[in-house]
């Protein structure tokens, strides 16, 4: 821990009663001076006693005994203070260096002694703070040479000034790399990497099998730039994301199998229950109630045909077709299906995408506004074109969302619904992702939900 003000003052007060009674400097001078005064007028009597008729002989004597015995006594006096100053000027130096080993002593209780103990403190505490700084460098170099990441930093795109574990063991054979160039080690790795470093920007990259039996590795680099002693430097951050891509799919499968599982489950159990009383009805004659019983058997084959469906088309989403489509006829199709309001107004201009795309997207997002507990007049479409893009925004005033529910629902699968599929928002944002835009969410004030599409206005797919 670092002492506070508090603490400098008690160790300075220590330090000062620890000398006993104190005595001036400006004191301890004048009894020098007085001392050298008195001893002056001794020796001035004395020459005139010796020497009564020879008034400026005397004079003379005394002068050269009192100077040079003066000057003696004030540079005794002083050489002591000029080493003390050359001595605090020493341990400032050794300061600069690092080095807070030294300690100075003064014998006098005096205004440099309250320099000195002043000045011991403040080497106590910049040893103090050298240690905890010390050792928090070794617990963050230790963290850094640790970590699975490989963390490589780069000066102006020459040398490579920092390389930990990780990064030697997969840039080269965990020997140092500190000091290399960074274009010459570039040219020993694989392939793929160099493409990913030489196109820039984060993201995912998959390095090919060394040998046919062995499975790609997956990647992922991001980097940063930032300056450091007024130079230029590059951190390269590359993540081995295999294993746990691998175990995300696993938990993905395990997820998708369950609610296929479930959704089965409850459609042909009770089809083969149906069928199985519809057959002892037959055997007994009594057909009266066969009717209704393959009505309810068709409507559970025709929801799991439904269900199927929705996993096939989040599976095999095609690449949209875009072609302009006009707004007012686009709407006007939805509204044929769907309640809900439209707030200031249309754009002119027409927008580019795949209209059955969009369409099924924004019906879904409208069915889940009345299924959120709204009113039908309260679900409303609103549609902005600023700056290149187009927002399209539904909103509701139904439940809204937990942080919980909000962060998963755009993910495949995830559903707070008892029957529901999770499927349907995480198609939308698929679709929307095609079209090279994105898709927020985001609770109302007052209460419920606005989902917003951004899509380019006038391009393409990215």
Known sequence: ???????????????????????????????????????????????????????????????????????????????????????????????????????????????????????????????????????????????????????????????????????????????????????????????????????????????????????????????????????????????????????????????????????????????????NSAAILVSRGQTERLPSILQTIEERTRHLESFIDGYARFAKLPTPRLEATNWTRFINGLKSQVVFTIMDGLPEEPVIFDQAQMEHALLNLLKNAHESGSRADEVCLNIKILQGVTRIEVMDRGNGMSDTVMSNALIPFYSTKRSGTGLGLALVREIIEAHGGRITLQNREGGGLTVSLFLPSQTGLP
């Open 1 to 275: 821990m670092k002492p506070d003000a508090a603490q400098q003052d008690q160790a300075l007060r220590n330090a000062t009663a620890s000398r006993g009674l104190r005595v001036s400097l400006i004191t301890h001078i004048s009894m020098v001076v007085l001392g050298l005064l008195a001893l002056a007028v001794l020796i001035s009597y004395g020459m005139f006693y010796l020497l009564p008729d020879r008034a400026g002989l005397a004079c003379m004597l005394s002068l050269f005994i009192i100077v040079p015995l003066g000057i003696g006594v004030i540079r005794s006096m002083l050489h002591p203070i000029i080493r003390l100053f050359h001595t605090l000027a020493g341990t400032v130096l050794s300061y600069s260096d690092n080095d807070f080993s030294f300690g100075v002593h003064w014998p006098h209780q005096d205004e440099l002694g309250e320099l000195v103990a002043a000045h011991n403190v403040l080497g106590d505490v910049l040893r103090q703070q050298r240690l905890d700084l010390v050792q928090r460098e070794l617990l963050l170099d230790t963290m850094v040479q640790n970590t699975p990441v490989a963390m490589l930093l780069v000066a102006d795109h020459g040398p490579i000034v920092f390389a930990n574990l990780a990064a030697r063991q997969l840039l080269n054979q965990s020997r140092k790399l500190e000091g290399y160039s960074f274009a010459e080690v570039l040219l020993q790795v694989s392939s793929s990497l160099r493409e990913a470093i030489e196109r820039g920007g984060d993201g995912l990259f998959t390095v090919n099998a060394a040998a046919a039996d062995e499975e790609e590795e997956v990647y992922h680099l991001a980097r940063r730039h930032f300056s450091l002693n007024g130079r230029h430097h590059e951190l390269f951050l590359l993540r081995h994301l295999t294993v746990e891509l691998r175990r995300q799919e696993v938990q993905t499968w395990k997820k998708v199998i369950r609610v296929i599982s479930h959704e089965l489950n409850n459609s042909l159990a009770p089809v083969a229950s149906l069928a």
